[in-house]
């Protein structure tokens, strides 16, 4: 093998070495869906959490017991993440009087967030949190492999599902249908887990 055949060889080598380097240290976006809800989640409470808001004061998950929540998970670097917020906005506007209720959980520094917050104009609660809101999640199992994800709470506190990716309006026409139709007795808890699955 000649010298030159040989540099060639070894720069290319690092060169390879160089970007696989470079796009593990990435943030990863995720803008389809993943996985489905495992199994073994099925019939898990959402754990008791507090994160502060974005005025540094600490809030409880209870606070909104009696409604279903919609936990979404994003960060003010992460694109599809900022495509959801018009759509959760609208949402929100649309069915908190039915007793939805979207909160946002930023993985993010607070200062980013309160400047991002400032021309988002939220009409629902946004929490911030680093490695506590990532606790969020994986204290009901779910393991956070990126973002947008949007993790669903029934009125009584239980976890009952989880979409990966960037949601769509028809994702959250179907999670108001199967949520009404639990509270109308018209499926049970595990019916309604099935079909959030299926999203």
Request: proline residues 5%.
């Amino acid at each position: 093998m000649s010298r030159v055949t040989l540099i060639f060889a070894a720069a290319l080598l690092a060169l390879m070495a160089g970007a696989l380097f470079y796009a593990a240290r990435m943030p990863v976006e995720v803008e389809a869906p993943a996985q489905t809800v495992p199994a073994q989640l099925e019939t898990v409470s959402h754990p008791a959490f507090a994160l502060p808001d974005l005025e540094g004061k600490a809030r409880e998950f209870s606070e909104w017991d009696g409604t279903h929540r919609l936990l979404n998970f994003w960060a003010t670097w992460c694109a599809p993440c900022r495509r959801e917020i018009p759509l959760l906005k609208e949402f929100q506007a649309q069915h908190g009087a039915d007793g939805f209720q979207v909160l946002g959980i930023a993985v993010d520094y607070p200062e980013e967030v309160v400047l991002y917050a400032e021309d988002a104009a939220f009409n629902y609660p946004v929490l911030v949190g680093q490695e506590d809101a990532m606790a969020v999640a994986e204290g009901s199992g779910i393991e956070f492999i990126g973002m947008p994800f949007t993790m669903f709470v029934t009125r009584d506190g239980e976890y009952v599902g989880a979409y990966i990716g960037e949601l769509h309006q028809s994702h959250l026409d179907d999670v108001v249908n199967i949520l009404t139709r639990l509270d109308n007795a018209d499926i049970t808890k595990d019916e309604a887990r099935g079909a959030l699955a299926m999203l």
